[in-house]
């Protein structure tokens, strides 16, 4: 089984819809990050949780919304989707350790269309 | 602004020959180095890395180089396979901030 899914793996979706992204963990992990890839940019963070009571923005957090349910649920939300948010969504996870870039172990990715 | 930079978005080497993937970074404050390989309809999986405080780092068939005076890192995969056709990404960190690089597609052939 994987240790970190995402649902759905797929979506299309029209602009100013409402849209949840779901992650959920088995690692037992405290840490859990959500990011998006674009072409030609890479990985970008949008919000990290570092336990349930902990919810902290990323690089890119404006049109987004989070909720961290339990130590193995971290959920995504577009309040009102546009099309600029059409991109590949990750999940991820890490463990408390060092300073720094601890190494994160990545979900499957959703892949979000916004028409 | 993109702290953390892959000039080359493609490579394509010969199977049992070197790949050397190229990573640049404008803040100094980074600690800590890493690697990841994305193949198609996957997540990122973590591959290397190092911390500030080293020069290399070498696991199998893989080596990273940091260069903190040039911001520089590199991959270097010896000898290639052409199960290493993936997307990689360098990213580098400092406390609890990482940035990503746009990813670096390798192709090698047989």
């Known amino acids: 089984d994987a240790d970190v899914t995402q649902t759905p793996r797929n979506r299309i979706t029209k602009t100013g819809k409402r849209i949840m992204l779901e992650c959920s963990q088995t690692?037992?992990?405290?840490?859990m990050y959500w990011y998006r890839q674009d072409p030609g940019l890479g990985l970008r963070l949008i919000y990290y949780?570092?336990?349930?009571?902990?919810?902290n923005k990323g690089e890119i957090s404006d049109g987004y919304s989070v909720s961290r349910q339990a130590q193995a649920k971290f959920s995504l939300s577009l309040e009102s989707a546009i099309p600029n948010q059409t991109a590949l969504y990750f999940c991820a996870t890490s463990d408390l350790g060092r300073r720094g870039g601890n190494e994160q172990f990545f979900g499957p990715g959703t892949r979000l269309t916004v028409l | 602004d993109q702290q953390v930079k892959q000039n080359s978005p493609s490579l394509s080497v010969q199977e049992g020959r070197i790949s050397i993937l190229n990573c640049d970074y404008t803040?100094?404050?980074?600690?800590?180095f890493l690697w990841y390989k994305k193949y198609p309809a996957e997540g990122p999986t973590f591959l290397i890395s190092?911390?500030?405080?080293?020069d290399k780092n070498e696991d199998g068939r893989f080596t990273v180089f940091l260069n903190k005076s040039a911001k520089h890192l590199s991959l270097h995969i010896v000898p290639s396979q052409p199960g290493d056709s993936a997307v990689y990404f360098c990213a580098a960190s400092v406390f609890n901030d990482m940035r990503f690089g746009a990813g670096t597609r390798l192709t090698v052939k047989p």
């Open positions: 803040n100094s404050m980074f600690d800590y």
């Open positions: 190092i911390s500030s405080i080293k």
């Open positions: 949780s570092f336990d349930v009571k902990d919810i």
């Open positions: 690692k037992g992990h405290d840490r």
